[in-house]
């Protein structure tokens, strides 16, 4: 079993719609991080979080440490949000290297 | 400012050579990762350096993967005799991390990768 398991692995939307992605984990950690990875390849990193929420623009990232379990919600989702978003926990005492999980492939059409 | 930079964005090789991958992360940032990312599989830790510390070489797959880093900034990745499972995209990533923030660490920026064939 992964350490890290992403759901769903895909995902299609409509636009507008209200996406959700989860994430949950089964070893100590000391943060979280969702990722967005574009077609072509780059990586950008979306939230950095230990406890609570997050939000930036439309993206809300919440996390349950007690739980192991983090969610990516997008509101009002728009095409240019397709994209693979990924989670990634850094590991208690495992310095700053991340594992990561499966990733989320989300479609947001027209 | 500058981002972090990869270079060759491909590189295209026969199995058995050695190939070398180059990355120049953000100017200031003391920590500098290694990820491999294989077709349809997810991202997967390579190296890790942290300033003069010596670097974690745990999720290197085999002894014909290397890396270093020079005077603190720019990093070579070398994968000797290459293989076909070699094959995927190598991804840098720099971050500012101290050390002194333990236990929260912070934003790791990535680079655009270098896809490599191993043919």
């Known amino acids: 079993k992964n350490e890290v398991e992403q759901s769903p692995q895909n995902l299609t939307a409509q636009e507008g719609e209200f996406i959700t992605i989860n994430c949950s984990y089964s070893?100590?950690?000391?943060?979280l991080h969702w990722l967005q990875q574009h077609p072509g390849g780059g990586i950008v990193s979306l939230f950095m979080?230990?406890?609570g929420k997050k939000k930036h623009g439309r993206l809300i990232a919440t996390i349950n440490i007690q739980e192991k379990h983090s969610s990516l919600h997008i509101t009002a989702s728009h095409p240019r949000d397709s994209a693979v978003y990924i989670c990634?926990?850094?590991?208690?005492?495992?310095?700053?290297?991340?594992?990561f999980g499966g990733g989320t492939r989300v479609l947001v059409k027209p | 400012g500058a981002g972090v930079s990869q270079s060759p964005s491909n590189k295209v090789t026969e199995k058995g050579k050695d190939v070398e991958l180059r990355c120049d992360p953000i100017?200031?940032?003391?920590?500098l990762y290694w990820y491999r990312q294989s077709l349809g599989q997810g991202l997967e830790f390579l190296i890790y350096?942290?300033?003069?510390?010596?670097?974690?070489k745990s999720g290197l797959p085999s002894d014909r993967f290397s890396a270093e880093r020079t005077g603190g900034s720019v990093s070579t990745l070398t994968i000797q005799r290459t293989q076909q499972e070699d094959s995927a995209v190598y991804l840098c990533?720099?971050?500012?991390?101290?050390?002194?923030?333990?236990?929260?660490?912070?934003?790791?920026?990535f680079g655009p990768g270098t896809r490599l064939l191993v043919l």
């Open positions: 990634a926990v850094r590991r208690k005492a495992a310095g700053n290297k991340l594992t």
């Open positions: 100017s200031g940032h003391t920590a």
């Open positions: 350096f942290q300033g003069n510390s010596a670097p974690d």
């Open positions: 979080l230990s406890s």
């Open positions: 070893v100590g950690i000391s943060a």
């Open positions: 990533a720099s971050s500012s991390y101290s050390g002194l923030l333990a236990g929260s660490g912070e934003t790791q920026y």
